[in-house]
């Protein structure tokens, strides 16, 4: 068993300093009962990962301040969790239970494998977790992937491959577009320029990118241009932006992009529906805090 956990200052001391409410039901979500007993189940679990991943010793005072905000934190995720399964049935999406099963399984030969932990059994009880929890855990998963994929991000966009040079004065800039008029060579000039450490050896090359992954000044510039066309200098918060667009068309978006993007609509949408539900937090931790203070 990891030191951290059952050591002085472990995961055990850190359950003997967190609130555990008295009463039965801790939140309303949309009408629904969220109980303590599993906000507690929830809270311990996130003490034990928290505590293993980070090493945290909790006899540090400055620490224990943190738990107020780490119990609220708890609190919203279980909130979250309620209303992700809310939508889900709304939307009737399921998670289906023979993908659960082939998942638990796959996690537990992962945990076996690793040799971290003495067996399954061990993991579970070293983080506070049951079969049937880890179950509820992928459950929650599938049913976020179905519900970001009915949300449907398009799949192709309009895009451009664009270069840039980077300065951080107008007075640089200029100079730099006064040699690009003599002919000089956007990547040299790239290369003996640009601030930007990830495109400045490659001749400024930003590659190809959506509307949606740039700084508002430095997007609104690329996406005017036509191909072959180069900007003047755009400020941005980085400093003064020289844009050269290569090309320009519709095409399908990166697969790892695309999957960024679909997590980031997703919780813009999520967030929406959180603040048109009806949520009633029955208990504030660091309200209570601050009263005792």
Do not use: C
Not at 40 to 63: C, K
Request: no cysteine; proline share 4%; aromatic share 8%.
């Amino acid at each position: 068993m990891p030191e951290s956990i059952t050591e002085p200052g472990g995961v055990d001391f850190a359950l003997t300093l967190v609130t555990i409410p008295e009463q039965e039901i801790i939140a309303l979500v949309n009408g629904e009962e969220l109980s303590t007993t599993v906000y507690q189940e929830n809270l311990s679990q996130a003490l034990y990962a928290a505590t293993a991943q980070y090493q945290v010793d909790w006899n540090d005072p400055e620490i224990q301040s943190l738990l107020p905000v780490l119990q609220q934190q708890v609190l919203d995720e279980a909130i979250d969790r309620m209303l992700l399964r809310q939508i889900a049935l709304q939307e009737d999406i399921t998670a289906d239970p023979e993908v659960i099963e082939a998942e638990v399984a796959e996690v537990q030969a992962q945990v076996e494998e690793s040799e971290v932990f003495a067996d399954w059994a061990a993991f579970l009880t070293e983080n506070r977790l049951t079969e049937e929890s880890v179950r509820r855990l992928i459950a929650d998963s599938l049913l976020t992937e179905g519900l970001t994929e009915l949300r449907g991000v398009p799949k192709e966009a309009e895009q451009v491959q664009a270069s840039h040079i980077l300065v951080e004065t107008e007075e640089t800039g200029q100079e730099v577009l006064d040699k690009l008029d003599e002919g000089e060579d956007f990547a040299d000039l790239a290369a003996e320029y640009s601030m930007d450490p990830g495109s400045k050896d490659q001749g400024g090359d930003l590659g190809w990118f959506p509307r949606g992954q740039m700084v508002p000044e430095f997007e609104e510039a690329a996406f005017e241009l036509e191909p072959g066309e180069t900007s003047d200098l755009v400020q941005s918060d980085y400093g003064y932006h020289i844009i050269r667009v290569l090309a320009k068309e519709e095409r399908e978006i990166d697969a790892e992009l695309y999957a960024q993007m679909q997590q980031r609509d997703f919780q813009v949408w999520f967030e929406d529906q959180r603040a048109e539900s009806d949520i009633e937090m029955l208990y504030d931790f660091q309200a209570t805090e601050q009263e005792g203070e």
